[in-house]
């Protein structure tokens, strides 16, 4: 980020950095989500390829680069192309599940319902929390805290045991693009039952204007963040649109890098936005 910093400081509007590209084994396919620190590792959501089976992976973000696979099957079943994923702050792994893979042709057709799951990985207990999608596609979760949705306003003290909500975005667009002008382009909150860890009260928490919601961030006023068609779209915390960072490119994620600097991922090139935002402060395993 160094570089990266420089470029922004003289004005300028591009620069080349050094990547170091991971060499991963061949059960480890097509990697579609991505959070961590988790015990020291990077975790990994992927997709898996052909007869490949979707998994939860632990990577060594350090050289050897080692891999553990956590989690490739549902009782025994594989799942249909598992898309993203969000670590809870008691260790437990949320993640989420959608037919994707077969529409893009790499993936053979569903076995499994579109849903989102659970997974313990002291206990092993893998679960499904939320379900009856059938006409989505779910994609990203992602956790927020300090306030409920439902009225707008902040919750005090804050507690991880009973004040979180979850946001889940439906991958389908209603331009008819993708998936037909009856389907969904929204982001949707849930609250988190303290104890099963079920999705309940299911509202629309925003609806994307271009194209299909994709990625989810929550800084620390509790503003979330979208990636979109044509960059990232943010909504405070009662789901009304703040504005827009305009790339010119679809973007499918993104990720704060400290305060102030929201990376951008979009299909061909990383932006870095400056921002006066913050990060929420999440507590990972370590």
């Excluded at 306030?147 to 804050?158: F, M, N, S």
């Excluded at 990232?232 to 993104?254: D, E």
């Amino acid at each position: 980020m160094d570089a990266v910093e420089a470029a922004l400081a003289s004005g300028q509007s591009s620069v080349n950095v050094a990547v170091q590209r991971l060499s991963l084994p061949d059960n480890v396919q097509m990697t579609n989500g991505g959070t961590g620190p988790y015990n020291g590792s990077l975790l990994l959501i992927t997709s898996g390829r052909g007869s490949l089976p979707p998994s939860l992976v632990l990577v060594n973000p350090r050289s050897p680069y080692n891999t553990t696979v956590l989690l490739n099957n549902y009782y025994g079943r594989q799942f249909n192309s598992l898309n993203d994923g969000k670590i809870h702050p008691s260790g437990k792994i949320f993640f989420t599940d959608a037919p994707y893979g077969n529409v893009l042709g790499f993936r053979p057709a569903p076995a499994m319902p579109n849903q989102v799951y659970r997974f313990d990985p002291v206990t092993k207990d893998v679960r499904v929390v939320a379900g009856d999608f059938t006409i989505c596609q779910w994609h990203c979760v992602r956790f927020c805290r300090n306030y409920r949705i439902c009225v707008g306003r902040l919750v005090a003290p804050p507690n991880w045991q009973t004040d979180l909500n979850m946001f889940l975005l439906s991958h389908r667009s209603d331009t008819g693009s993708t998936g037909g002008s009856t389907r969904p382009s929204s982001i949707y909150a849930f609250d988190v039952d303290p104890i099963t860890h079920a999705f309940t009260n299911r509202r629309i928490f925003a609806y994307s204007d271009t194209g299909i919601p994709d990625g989810l961030q929550v800084d620390a006023q509790g503003n979330v963040y979208s990636g979109a068609d044509d960059g990232v779209h943010v909504w405070n915390s009662r789901g009304t649109l703040l504005g827009k960072f305009v790339t010119g490119q679809v973007s499918a994620n993104m990720a704060f890098a400290g305060d102030g600097r929201l990376v951008i991922l979009a299909e061909t090139k990383v932006f870095v936005a400056k921002i006066a935002a913050k990060p929420s402060s999440v507590v990972y395993p370590r």
